[in-house]
């Protein structure tokens, strides 16, 4: 039986980056690699090692860099700032550290946020997807208190609710799990993987969590601005 070729969401071939203040610094060396539909890959390296900085890069929000670029085998670079902002926005999902909720609004409008910002539905259309998304994260019932009264791995549940809102090809996260306790950070990863296994989602996460990387598809390994492995 011959299988089909699994296409590539996000590939990245030759990035260099530098800092240049206050002197120049060479970050991110010749780094490639490709992301496929549906993996599910960590990237993992000592602190300095350029994680965040290469995240960034691929995120599409720092654009100082050569190298070529790819989301669904369309160039990103050299795009403008407003052309990469609407890409990043329709196809790119986040997850932070910190959960970045707005404390003042309720949980289904913060999930709404980008979904209105992208403005290809309406209102009533974007709430009844935020509802599911709360729904599929098993917190719809706190849909309506305000995000500054649920509990720490609440507000990161509602962060991935929020970063699935414009049914992304791609999740990107940054220490998703660095300040929840190990039974909500084990929480965030099944809902992680579960996603990726259903909905066909790419996942791409920076951690320090030997334990959440290992249950990964894959772990993409940094030294010194250099990929040193991707098994």
Do not use: W
Request: aromatic fraction near 6%.
């Amino acid at each position: 039986m011959t299988g089909h070729a699994i296409p590539s969401v996000l590939r990245a071939e030759k990035i260099n980056k530098y800092f240049t203040d206050p002197v120049s610094f060479h970050v991110l060396k010749d780094v490639s690699l490709e992301i496929k539909k549906g993996e599910f890959v960590s990237i993992m390296g000592k602190s300095g090692c350029g994680k965040s900085t290469l995240l960034y890069v691929l995120s599409t929000m720092d654009t100082n860099y050569s190298g070529k670029l790819y989301l669904d085998n369309r160039l990103l670079t050299g795009q403008g700032g407003e052309a990469l902002a609407s890409i990043r926005n329709e196809y790119i999902g986040f997850i932070f550290q910190f959960h970045y909720l707005l404390p003042e609004f309720s949980v289904v409008r913060n999930v709404m946020l980008p979904g209105l910002k992208l403005g290809l539905k309406s209102a009533e259309e974007v709430y009844q997807d935020a509802m599911e998304k709360l729904r599929l994260l098993g917190i719809a019932n706190q849909a309506e208190k305000l995000a500054s009264r649920i509990s720490g791995g609440q507000k990161q549940r509602v962060a991935i609710a929020r970063s699935l809102i414009n049914s992304p090809k791609l999740i990107m996260a940054d220490e998703p799990t660095g300040n929840l306790d190990s039974k909500n950070a084990d929480n965030v990863f099944h809902l992680l993987r579960d996603l990726s296994h259903q909905e066909g989602l790419s996942l791409l996460v920076v951690t320090h969590d030997q334990d959440f990387a290992n249950q990964t598809d894959r772990i993409i390994t940094m030294e010194d601005g250099r990929i040193m492995s991707t098994a």
